[in-house]
């Protein structure tokens, strides 16, 4: 009798469960497809040169980890549907049904909900993890072949995971149930959150940023007292004196509103914080804009230290904008009675404005995830993006030997060896080469020797012949200079302006062997590999070889290109015979390194992407989280929604102006959070590609980066269309007759 009284019960509540049952979908099929790829029956062909196992382990950390969130999506759908079945638990305890066994109908319900959403996400998942496995086979560099694998191993951790978390929050359900009375839960429908304005929410949220602002101006006195000059241009004159005024002016507001809170309202003071933390942001902004345009002497730590001043006013901004929404549209309502009283919007603004008063902190909550997911997706790319072109720079060669002086103090310590270890181990392997090319760095003037001053460090020279040798193995043209001539070669992440202001301030250079005027052809930007430089330093000399001849050598590098790719184990058996050879750092204060294209690649390849498939992941469960909670915000009080609509509709108002303002009431509630978030995110996004704009120059490109902030949103949009919809469809059947 149970049993048929559960699919019963579960039949008639479909509708009902259809939030329930896209959440649990679309968690089962980001499970399943991310997962997937670590399964032991998943074997790619990526080529002998690449190994599977450090991504297959990796992937299985990360997404398991970030998994532990869905537990408390899983908790918070089923309290929603505890919730909102009170009224019928209620009438079964009163016809004498034991709580015990409600509890366990309940439960039964629900796993036969999520057993369902299982079957249907694992089934999604399949066609999920092919756009996985494109991603994956897209970053080794090898061609994409949709096969439909369905993964056993995968499908039973899929399955396990899942009815493991419905038994734990179904066996917490069970417990609810017995210990709630039935008086409870036949009011359960007329309860409300407590309101916003009474909790300790928003005043502690206003005295930590005091003290944050506080900081802030010490900040601002400290940068004017030591790096401030009276030749500085007017943008950046405000923008020293701004980070102290406008936190003075701030902490001022604050003051005035202690001395006089009888008489000012808490909502005024939050008014002038909020005005304040939006200028704020802006001044906190520019700092490394203008420190990028005029060459500020601000260091990292400083600059980074505005980037958290932007984000803690980004988070108050978040906090107070949505705490004074329910004001703002009660000033709008009050100012506006053309507004006011034009249709239904005086039931449409009751509706919004008691929703808001009760839920404002849950809605700032969910704001700031939401920023946190977009983040985290824009990121993604970019992060992976910078690191994928770096690695292009760093693995230019199939082996890269190089060294480095910086704590060498004796030239005749300085590394002279050939790496003979490398050509013995080649030879043994029968490991063709294409081109081998030993060659010395030198310093154009050897009293540069002893010049160790970090970010400061003597630009090095190569000799033309090694140059273009370089330049042969990566197929570039040949150069040329005149006797008395010299060129630069500079990395991809040297901007336009540093490369003109350079030449311009060196149109002849002295060295020790006479002074050298620069080249009509004055600079390259061919990428050669990234130990071509001198540490801390963008540009290379490039001198003839009759000049070099006499220069001081100060760096022995070896680059090496074969025929084939360096299958994985051997390049980690060559890797091991060098570093026994060659320490990290010799006793002679030289360090060496090697660096062989098979394992740079695979590394990177595979910490690059479950850098970025669980950043992705991450980002979709946040908002998968933030989207479901709140739908149900609005879908837990549907007793009291219903109430109210059959009063408008006994008033005569028609059921299309009923559908109409529905359609209003769940746009303004998934409006607001989202175009808010949406705002903030902007602001962080464009705060952190100015910061890193010279490397997705380099590395990714604007036009790419563009793309997949495009993809971006448009996933986000597919998710807020699916909850809406959904939300949409629950709602109009809640309060429907």
């Not at 369905?150 to 149930?177: C, E, K, Q, Y």
């Not at 200028?279 to 490394?288: G, I």
Request: net charge neutral; proline share 3%.
């Amino acid at each position: 009798m149970y049993a048929k009284l559960v699919f019963r019960n579960a039949k008639q509540s479909v509708k009902d469960y259809l939030v329930y049952i896209v959440t649990m979908t679309i968690c089962v099929t980001l499970f399943y497809a991310f997962l997937s790829i670590s399964s032991s029956y998943y074997s790619p062909d990526i080529g002998s040169e690449y190994d599977f196992t450090l991504l297959s382990d990796g992937m299985k950390i990360a997404i398991c980890m970030i998994t532990l969130l869905l537990l408390f999506l899983i908790r918070f759908v089923n309290h929603y549907m505890l919730r909102r079945k009170q009224k019928e638990f209620a009438v079964q305890s009163i016809m004498g049904m034991e709580q015990k066994t409600i509890g366990r109908i309940f439960f039964a319900e629900t796993l036969i909900m999520g057993m369902f959403s299982i079957l249907i996400g694992i089934f999604c998942g399949v066609f999920c993890s092919q756009f996985i496995t494109a991603m994956l086979l897209t970053a080794y560099g090898k061609p994409y072949e949709i096969s439909w694998t369905l993964f056993p191993d995968t499908v039973l951790l899929t399955v396990v995971f899942f009815v493991a978390s419905f038994f734990v929050v179904g066996i917490f359900n069970t417990r609810t149930i017995q210990k709630t009375k039935i008086i409870d839960m036949l009011s359960a429908e007329k309860e409300n959150e407590p309101e916003l304005k009474k909790s300790r929410f928003i005043p502690v949220v206003v005295i930590l940023f005091l003290m944050f602002t506080l900081w802030e101006l010490f900040s601002g006195i400290q940068n004017v007292r030591f790096y401030y000059d009276s030749r500085f241009v007017f943008p950046v004159k405000i923008m020293y004196w701004g980070n102290i005024l406008l936190p003075v002016v701030t902490l001022g507001w604050a003051a005035l509103w202690m001395l006089k809170k009888k008489k000012i309202a808490f909502q005024k003071l939050i008014d002038g914080l909020l005005i304040c933390s939006v200028l704020h942001v802006f001044l906190a902004a520019s700092v490394p804009a203008l420190t990028n345009q005029y060459y500020l002497p601000l260091h990292g730590g400083i600059l980074n230290q505005y980037l958290v001043f932007v984000l803690i006013d980004l988070l108050f901004f978040i906090c107070a904008l949505i705490y004074l929404a329910s004001s703002l549209i009660v000033a709008w309502k009050v100012k506006s009675p053309e507004h006011r009283y034009k249709g239904e919007n005086l039931f449409f603004f009751g509706q919004i404005i008691s929703k808001l008063n009760t839920t404002s902190k849950t809605m700032t909550l969910i704001c700031i995830t939401l920023v946190l997911a977009i983040f985290m997706f824009i990121a993604a790319p970019i992060l992976t993006g910078w690191a994928s072109g770096y690695l292009d720079m760093r693995s230019m060669y199939d082996v890269q030997v190089y060294s480095r002086y910086n704590n060498v103090y004796e030239e005749e310590n300085l590394p002279q060896d050939s790496y003979e270890i490398i050509t013995e181990f080649l030879t043994e392997h029968k490991i063709d080469t294409v081109y081998d090319c030993t060659f010395n760095l030198y310093l154009s003037e050897k009293d540069d020797f002893h010049n160790r001053q970090k970010y400061d460090f003597p630009i090095v020279a190569i000799s033309l012949s090694d140059y273009n040798t370089i330049r042969e193995m990566l197929g570039y043209e040949q150069i040329s200079l005149e006797e008395d001539e010299f060129t630069t070669q500079w990395k991809a992440i040297a901007t336009e302006e540093e490369r003109d202001n350079f030449l311009k301030e060196h149109t002849s250079i002295m060295t020790d062997a006479g002074e050298l005027t620069l080249s009509g052809q004055s600079y390259y930007e061919d990428p050669i590999g990234e130990t071509a430089y001198n540490s801390y330093t963008n540009v290379l000399y490039v001198l003839p070889d009759n000049i070099c001849e006499k220069l001081l050598p100060v760096i022995k590098n070896r680059y090496i290109t074969t025929t084939e790719n360096i299958s994985y184990e051997n390049a980690r058996k060559l890797e091991k015979l060098f570093t026994e050879k060659y320490p990290e750092q010799a006793e002679t204060g030289a360090i060496y390194g090697v660096r062989f294209s098979t394992l740079q690649i695979n590394s990177s390849i595979a910490n690059n992407f479950i850098l970025q498939t669980a950043m992705i992941y991450g980002a979709v469960v946040l908002m998968v989280i933030c989207l479901t909670v709140l739908s149900l915000q609005q879908l837990l009080d549907a007793g009291q929604y219903k109430y109210r609509f059959s009063v408008l509709r006994k008033l005569g108002v028609e059921e299309k102006h009923i559908g109409k303002l529905i359609l209003q009431q769940l746009s303004v509630w998934f409006g607001l959070p989202i175009i808010t978030a949406i705002i903030v995110a902007a602001v962080v996004i464009a705060y952190f590609i100015q910061t890193i704009s010279a490397e997705i120059s380099a590395y990714i490109g604007f036009g790419a980066l563009m793309l997949q902030i495009g993809a971006t949103m448009g996933i986000l949009a597919i998710l807020l269309i699916c909850y809406f919809i959904s939300t949409w469809i629950i709602f109009r059947r809640s309060v429907n007759p």
